[in-house]
């Protein structure tokens, strides 16, 4: 694909994603089309298939491209502090955008919304447990899939009672229930019903074999 038409296939998804969003907004997911979209981006038929296969699929990469915005700009003390993912940027975020994922999270929205946001978020974490050099007591993806779950169900809380805390209160929330048992999974000496793992772990997501401690 040349330059110019890489723009051009930029700019196309840009204007779709706009459209879904203003749609979402105004009569809620479960009543969008794809013809509602392409009147809004005013788009061919054509074009919007070149680029996604239906209304889930643009939601699914608009949703990417919000972690990944985030992902890249989030500061580097902020990294030291919680090194997986940028949990209270997500929370700011969805703080700001209030009515958006309000109406995502009460319509059929919520199911895709959830799945997809989950697996970004454990592949994320994954990569950032790998490439941080410490070995665990426990499988890296499930411990990788309950970093993601845990933040999810608290965002979900957290929007079905009109965010009543603040996003860094909530991350601190987050905060509290997750690390100390992160924490026990790094640390030898904290003793640990199950024992340590031992033998060949199942291959991570990106393919690499799991480290055990025997």
């Known amino acids: 694909m040349s330059e110019k038409q890489d723009r051009r296939s930029q700019r196309t998804r840009h204007l779709l994603s706009e459209a879904l969003v203003e749609l979402i907004r105004e009569k809620g997911y479960n009543s969008i089309t794809v013809s ?5 981006a005013n788009v ?27 992902d890249r700009h ?26 958006l ?3 995502l999270v009460w319509s059929s929205g919520v199911d895709l919304l959830f799945k997809h946001v989950q697996k970004s978020l454990s592949q994320r974490i994954e990569q950032s447990i790998q490439g941080s050099g410490k070995e665990f007591d426990v499988p890296i993806p499930i411990l990788a899939n309950f970093v993601a779950g845990s933040f999810l169900t608290l965002l979900k809380w957290w929007l079905d009672n009109k965010m009543i805390y603040s996003p860094e209160q909530m991350d601190e929330i987050f905060q509290k229930l ?3 048992g992160i924490e026990r999974a790094i ?3 904290r003793p640990s019903p199950f024992g340590h793992f031992a033998g ?11 480290k055990s401690k025997t």
């Not at 509602?36 to 809004?40: E, F, K, L, S, T």
């Open 36 to 40: 509602d979209i392409i009147g809004r």
């Open 74 to 99: 989030i500061p580097h003390e902020s990294r030291e502090e919680n090194s997986f993912f940028p949990s209270l940027g997500l929370l700011r975020h969805v703080g700001e955008e209030y009515e």
């Open 200 to 210: 060949t772990l199942p291959k991570s997501s990106t393919g690499k074999n799991l």
């Open 44 to 70: 061919g038929r054509s074009t919007f298939y070149a680029h996604y296969r239906d209304k889930d699929d643009l939601l699914a990469g608009e949703l990417e491209r919000v972690i990944d915005v985030l």
């Open 187 to 189: 640390d030898p000496t």
């Open 101 to 103: 994922y309000k109406a």
């Open 178 to 180: 997750t690390l100390p």
